[in-house]
């Protein structure tokens, strides 16, 4: 098992390695950063000039991508281009958020579509079956922006019209107020960003989960398990169960940069914020370091993502491990 | 001699005859994509959502004349008639916060979202498909170069990567899609790859290729023909994420800009007047997702209808 955790590991090596040098490409390969003081009067060549030597902008792309490169790797990602903090600090600050967001929504999504998709399975072709088949056509279907602005405009704006409790719309915490930075209060500001990131993968996963269970409960093993007489029940959740939830794992996994680009829009809506206000924030004022540091923790988000998903595969299928 | 010339012209002329015949006999039976028609017509939902997709197809197809039926041109802006309510002084579907024609402006901003899904869909699928083919087919270093460029590519921020992108360059309808195949065409290379895997080493492939035909001719004649219905799931499946795809860059600044209308810039042009106007978030954002969910639908049909294995029923 260990050996192969490592060797798994070992493998993202080169990725990683990869996608920091594609990255690093695209943004190079968009000009120079300090093109908007070329012009500008009040910036003489000299400053310039001494603005690029003090970034290193004088170097080449690719001596300047492993400076970047030998340096990350002693944990130093560079100082942002706009207010001089460090990349590294301005990220671990908000990255909490983000994994949290995304965190909790795969974890809710989970414990939503689970039974959703063992019900349908079950009761396959049923009024319940249809109706969800109906409503995850539907969620696949909305753009994620739009369910969040609905839901502002539904929860915020008229509830408040109509005199009912409404939820906070913007931010991770109040700013003010009884209760403001209390448990509650977080949670309560989490409930709409929440809802629109998770209703997409409620919806795919049920699916997937009733497919992969209908498709269980038609092998021999199922069939043997009937026969022998053991009891629906244990049938069901010993037996089909456990090995439709198998390929549920390696799903989740490759889900996670959906999860992220959804928490990236989402934190956009309500002003959360996480990683995504970072980089969107970064890309805007073209702040390379930034863009580059965020990009990069996203990356190994993802892959540290899809490493857990093949290690708990591993674990929950032996068959894996020697094949 | 004259004798045995003439029975043997009488021979090959009865034998073309009986060729002749047996064509002839083969044409009734259906060939598969007249099967797969039939299938998708039997299917009610998929013909009803086939319906509206064409209806709004050709909705934005024929903007000018939605302009020319509402009286409005797609950027007309009257500053005094702002925010006009739906139905109300001849907006159909009301104005937005620059005076605009909605419903005007939805025709329009229909013809770019639909392009953009169209175009991205297909040079994401020639793209993927052609370095999929390649991949499978060659093997050796080829495969592996490839697969592990797949895996940078899977384990990069994709969304972010793109707007990177939109925000460095200045991208029209054309280049954005040409940007989202560079990121996407993962998914359908690894599809193809897997499919021209296992033809590769059927045993029609390898007769093939024991009677002397070249790898042209096993790749078009042999493996194409039979990679194509899996790629027309995949596209029929891939259009209806590429228009949410569309809305999701244009709110965030980075798809099609403005003053060209799109669904997506729509929807992030109503947000800064969402608390006065409602129906202005809800409208574009129907489209979008009446769109999305109709071809999602005919995406399904298509399923069945090619493969009926691949249903997940």
């Given at each position: 098992m260990g050996q192969y955790i490592l060797r798994r590991a070992l493998m993202t090596i080169p990725i990683l390695f990869g996608v920091t040098l594609l990255t690093y490409i695209i943004i190079n390969a968009s000009g120079d950063p300090l093109q908007a003081f070329e012009f500008n009067p009040r910036t003489s060549p000299e400053t310039l000039e001494a603005i690029r030597e003090n970034l290193g902008l004088n170097q080449p792309w690719y001596i300047r991508y492993f400076v970047w490169l030998g340096n990350v790797l002693q944990g130093d990602l560079g100082n942002s281009m706009i207010n001089y903090r460090p990349v590294l600090d301005s990220i671990l600050q908000v990255m909490p958020y983000t994994i949290l967001l995304s965190f909790s929504a795969i974890i809710i999504s989970l414990i939503i579509a689970i039974p959703i998709g063992i019900y349908s399975a079950l009761r396959r072709n049923g009024i319940v079956d249809r109706a969800f088949s109906v409503f995850s056509t539907a969620a696949y279907a909305m753009p994620i922006f739009w369910l969040s602005l609905l839901l502002v405009i539904l929860f915020s704006s008229k509830f408040r019209e109509w005199g009912l409790p409404y939820l906070p719309t913007s931010g991770v915490v109040s700013n003010r107020g009884e209760g403001a930075g209390s448990l509650e209060d977080r949670i309560t500001h989490l409930i709409l960003p929440l809802t629109a990131l998770t209703l997409p993968s409620i919806a795919a996963w049920s699916r997937y989960i009733r497919s992969s269970m209908l498709e269980e409960m038609n092998q021999d093993f199922v069939r043997t398990a009937r026969a022998k007489g053991l009891r629906n029940n244990v049938v069901i959740y010993g037996h089909a169960l456990r090995n439709a939830l198998l390929p549920l794992i390696t799903l989740v996994g490759l889900t996670i940069p959906d999860i992220f680009a959804g928490s990236l829009i989402v934190e956009q809506v309500f002003a959360y914020q996480g990683m995504g206000r970072l980089v969107t924030d970064a890309l805007f004022s073209k702040d390379y370091t930034v863009i580059m540091g965020t990009t990069l923790m996203y990356a190994v988000l993802i892959i540290l993502g899809n490493l857990i998903a093949d290690v708990a595969l591993a674990v929950a299928d032996p068959r894996i491990r020697y094949g | 001699?004259?004798?045995?010339?003439?029975?043997?012209?009488?021979?090959?002329?009865?034998?073309?005859?009986?060729?002749?015949?047996?064509?002839?006999?083969?044409?009734?039976?259906?060939?598969?994509?007249?099967?797969?028609?039939?299938?998708?017509?039997?299917?009610?939902?998929?013909?009803?959502?086939?319906?509206?997709?064409?209806?709004?197809?050709?909705?934005?197809?024929?903007?000018?004349?939605?302009?020319?039926?509402?009286?409005?041109?797609?950027?007309?802006?009257?500053?005094?008639?702002?925010?006009?309510?739906?139905?109300?002084?001849?907006?159909?579907?009301?104005?937005?916060?620059?005076?605009?024609?909605?419903?005007?402006?939805?025709?329009?901003?229909?013809?770019?979202?639909?392009?953009?899904?169209?175009?991205?869909?297909?040079?994401?699928?020639?793209?993927?498909?052609?370095?999929?083919?390649?991949?499978?087919?060659?093997?050796?270093?080829?495969?592996?170069?490839?697969?592990?460029?797949?895996?940078?590519?899977?384990?990069?921020?994709?969304?972010?990567?793109?707007?990177?992108?939109?925000?460095?360059?200045?991208?029209?309808?054309?280049?954005?899609?040409?940007?989202?195949?560079l990121v996407s065409w993962t998914g359908v290379a690894r599809l193809v790859r897997g499919q021209v895997l296992t033809l590769r080493s059927r045993d029609f492939v390898e007769a093939a290729r024991v009677i002397g035909a070249n790898d042209r001719q096993i790749i078009g004649r042999h493996i194409l023909p039979n990679v194509v219905p899996i790629v027309v799931v995949w596209l029929s499946l891939s259009v209806p994420g590429l228009i949410l795809l569309e809305t999701s860059l244009s709110y965030l600044g980075v798809g099609i800009r403005v003053p060209t209308p799109s669904w997506g810039n729509m929807l992030q042009e109503a947000q800064a007047t969402f608390r006065q106007s409602w129906t202005l978030v809800f409208i574009p954002g129907f489209m979008v997702f009446l769109t999305a969910l109709c071809l999602s639908l005919v995406g399904n049909g298509v399923r069945d209808a090619v493969d009926p294995r691949l249903t997940n029923e």
């Open positions: - | 001699m004259v004798q045995t010339t003439e029975a043997l012209n009488q021979q090959v002329s009865s034998q073309r005859t009986l060729g002749a015949a047996l064509e002839r006999k083969a044409k009734p039976v259906a060939g598969f994509w007249t099967s797969a028609w039939r299938r998708f017509r039997r299917d009610r939902l998929a013909m009803v959502a086939l319906a509206l997709s064409v209806a709004i197809v050709l909705f934005a197809v024929f903007a000018p004349l939605v302009s020319l039926l509402t009286g409005f041109t797609y950027q007309e802006n009257h500053l005094a008639q702002k925010l006009t309510p739906v139905n109300t002084d001849g907006y159909v579907l009301g104005a937005d916060g620059n005076g605009r024609d909605v419903l005007t402006r939805l025709a329009y901003g229909g013809r770019i979202s639909l392009l953009f899904a169209t175009l991205g869909a297909v040079s994401t699928l020639i793209l993927g498909a052609i370095l999929g083919a390649i991949s499978g087919y060659f093997g050796r270093w080829i495969d592996t170069v490839i697969m592990r460029t797949v895996d940078v590519i899977l384990s990069l921020p994709t969304l972010v990567v793109l707007i990177l992108i939109g925000s460095f360059y200045d991208t029209t309808v054309w280049t954005l899609a040409i940007f989202v195949a």
